[in-house]
């Protein structure tokens, strides 16, 4: 028994062997794990490594990573990709500029006839709450928006009228002090350098006789072009405070509700910021107007009346609008007053402007618009170059309602990225915790 027992007992050849055995059983086991992306038994991750000779892999997703070559290229395709959007995009916009300037004559009348009605509006839509006819309540409020205009008109006319042979003598007397002052000390000019220069530029003017006729009749050309968009924006005026409402239910009609959703509400934001940005302005060119104009009284400046008109009016033309009322202003004072009195009303000027900018005028625009300083001069100077002094005027109305419509399309945006979502989950967890907190305020009180 006991010799069968020593039989079966194994030796140490048969140890060795096993041990041997169980070596490559570990090692073949080790390299399926390999394989398979999985990591070592000692908790150590080399997936991400890989081997010394292939790709690096990703230890999230157990793919290789792409070549520097694969990323440059997906990165240079995707630039190329925008670019060519971007150039689309450019040229959609000339051709859209090149179609508004032939069509600019029906779109100038459209585009005042907007802008007009968004002043008429609030009291159009009192007297149609209480009961007046949509007809009545808009020719009531385009008849006292004529008067007013007539009013203005037949205050400041009579003081050109009599006040403009006055200016012309003072600014003779103006030239006659320059030239004197410019005979003496330091410059010393001649009086033949002097008529010299007056002979060139009468030379000059008699060359270009033509040139002026011409000017003349474009003049004369642009003045019925005025007078027949005027004459346009009042008949639109009238017709869109009538039937001014009608227009989005036609418009959901027309597109379907889906479509017309956010039309509707772009519409309805550019509507206000527009109403604001002209209600905004108006004060502040009126409390420009006010102040500036009492100087100019104070002081007896010749034609104030025509400049309190010309610096409330420059008011809606935002920076450039401002510095040119008040160089007229300063200009005309030097001419019938000397330089002392302009000098004054330049001071008088600087602190209106001044704390109109820098208190009134934010503090309103806080409330209507959300534009940098930077964007509306940028778009005053853009406007008129491109379109003159009506593009200067239209400049930031129109900047306005593009950023109004820019911003929408930043919140849909945010919107399907559900970064909407996610602001509002925060807020409603951070609400919690403060009602959280507030409840062991007052079971520890």
């Known amino acids: 028994m006991s010799e069968k027992s020593d039989d079966l007992r194994p030796t140490g050849d048969d140890l060795a062997e096993h041990a041997e055995t169980s070596v490559e059983k ?59 959007q971007a150039l689309i995009v450019m040229v959609f916009l000339y051709a859209l500029f090149w179609v508004m300037a032939k069509f600019w004559v029906i779109l100038l009348p459209v585009i005042l006839g907007i802008i007009v009605s968004t002043v008429l509006w609030p009291p159009v839509r009192w007297m149609r709450g209480k009961g007046v006819p949509p007809a009545a309540a808009s020719l009531v409020m385009m008849l006292v ?17 009599d006040q403009a042979p006055q200016l012309a003598d003072k600014a003779v007397d103006g030239v006659k002090q320059v030239q004197d002052w410019a005979q003496g000390p330091p410059l010393n000019v001649q009086d033949e350098q002097i008529s010299s220069i007056a002979g060139e530029i009468t030379t000059k003017l008699q060359a270009s006789a033509s040139t002026i006729a011409t000017g003349v009749f474009n003049g004369v050309g642009v003045a019925t072009s005025a007078i027949i968009t005027l ?15 009608r227009f989005l239910p036609w418009l959901e009609r027309t597109m379907g509700r889906e479509g017309a959703t956010h039309l509707n509400q772009i519409l309805n934001r550019m ?23 009492i100087g100019l009284l104070i002081l007896d400046i010749p034609l104030a009346g ?14 450039v609008g401002a510095f040119v009322a008040g160089a007229l202003a300063v200009l005309i004072a030097l001419v019938t007053q000397g330089p002392t009195v302009a000098l004054i009303v330049l001071a008088i000027i600087l602190v209106v402007q001044q704390l109109e900018s820098n208190v009134l005028q934010p503090w309103l625009q806080a409330k209507t618009m959300d534009m940098h300083a930077v964007i509306v001069l940028l778009s005053v100077a853009l406007g ?62």
Request: proline residues 5%; aromatic residues 8%.
């Open 231 to 245: 004459f346009t924006t009042v008949i639109l005026v009238f017709f869109f405070l009538k039937d001014g409402p």
């Open 26 to 84: 570990d090692a073949v086991a080790d390299s399926r794990l390999d394989d398979d992306g999985g990591g070592r038994c000692d908790g150590t991750d080399d997936g991400a490594e890989g081997s010394p000779d292939g790709p690096l892999v990703n230890p999230v997703t157990g793919k290789p990573y792409p070549s520097r070559g694969r990323v440059f290229l997906t990165g240079l395709r995707s630039t190329a990709m925008v670019c060519l």
């Open 384 to 445: 008129g170059s491109l379109f003159g002094i009506t593009g200067a005027f239209l400049a930031v109305p129109v900047a306005s309602c593009l950023s109004v419509a820019l911003r929408y399309i930043l919140e849909q945006i945010g919107i399907a990225a559900g970064e909407e979502i996610r602001v509002e989950d925060e807020m409603a967890r951070r609400a919690r915790d403060e009602r959280r907190e507030r409840r062991k305020g007052r079971a520890s009180a």
């Open 271 to 293: 509507w206000n910021a527009l109403g604001g940005f002209i209600r905004t302005q108006a004060i502040v060119s009126f409390v420009d107007a006010a102040f500036i104009g």
């Open 306 to 319: 025509v400049l309190i008109v010309i610096t409330f009016l420059g008011g809606f033309v935002p920076i």
């Open 145 to 161: 928006g004529v008067g007013v205009v007539a009013g203005i008109i037949g205050l400041i006319v009579p003081s050109v009228v």
